[in-house]
T-cell receptor, first 115, second 116 residues
Framework: DQQVKQNSPSLSVQEGRISILNCDYT??????FLWYKKYPAEGPTFLIS???IKDKNEDGRFTVFLNKSAKHLSLHIVPSQPGDSAVYFC??????????????WGLGTSLAVNP | NAGVMQNPRHLVRRRGQEARLRCSPM?????VYWYRQLPEEGLKFMVY????????ESGMPKERFSAEFPKEGPSILRIQQVVRGDSAAYFC??????????????FGEGSWLTVV
């Protein structure tokens, strides 16, 4: 059962335009969400996060929006640059009974930004 | 380099041999995670450790795989009697203890295991 779903395996965008990457989740207990970027042959790099007490968090060209009622979050990159071409992973976590957290990952969306 | 350090970056083993992957967390981080990425698949959680304690090993295969994070030294992911299906990228990540409000984990560059 995939609790975190990135339904678009790939996305292609023109340089300078907006890239919108989507992520849906099923567990209403998730209260912390993160986006990571991954280049081939490298480890994932943390991009931006959002707590469930917020509905938006912005960092430079990257903005994450959280819609709790729809159990949906999105990452907006504007303007998109060729160097943004990578696989983007959405991850979510909830505090469990042991007061621990575990990140649940989506399968990723491959973004290609074309010059 | 204050980041998460993994070695070796690339490891080739014959079927039946043992593979040992090492991970040194970021300075100040006491928690380590191991993930595996099989070809054409996403990141799969394997195990979550703090020093001398396994917190969550729900993603570890039942046999041949083990992980430790001793009081001194790096975390080790050990795969005994490797098979071709173990060929994958193994990523280590570290964090401070995941807080009530959530936390960020930081990844190393990965170790690529090839079983021939």
């Amino acid at each position: 059962d995939q609790q975190v779903k990135q339904n678009s395996p790939s996305l292609s965008v023109q340089e300078g335009r907006i890239s919108i990457l989507n992520c849906d989740y099923t567990n209403s207990m998730f209260d912390y969400f993160l986006w990571y970027k991954k280049y081939p042959a490298e480890g994932p790099t943390f991009l931006i996060s959002i707590s469930s007490i917020k509905d938006k968090n912005e960092d430079g060209r990257f903005t994450v929006f959280l819609n709790k009622s729809a159990k949906h979050l999105s990452l907006h990159i504007v303007p998109s640059q060729p160097g943004d071409s990578a696989v983007y992973f959405c991850a979510a976590s909830a505090r469990n009974a042991g007061n621990n957290r575990k990140l649940i990952w989506g399968l990723g969306t491959s973004l290609a930004v074309n010059p | 380099n204050a980041g998460v350090m993994q070695n070796p970056r690339h490891l080739v083993r014959r079927r039946g041999q043992e593979a040992r992957l090492r991970c040194s967390p970021m300075k100040g981080h006491s928690h380590v995670y191991w993930y595996r990425q099989l070809p054409e698949e996403g990141l799969k959680f394997m195990v979550y450790l703090q020093k001398e304690n396994i917190i969550d090993e729900s993603g570890m295969p039942k046999e041949r795989f083990s992980a430790e994070f001793p009081k001194e030294g790096p975390s080790i992911l050990r795969i005994q009697q490797v098979v071709r299906g173990d060929s994958a990228a193994y990523f280590c990540a570290s964090s401070t203890p995941l807080s009530y409000s959530g936390n960020t984990i930081y990844f190393g560059e990965g170790s690529w295991l090839t079983v021939v």
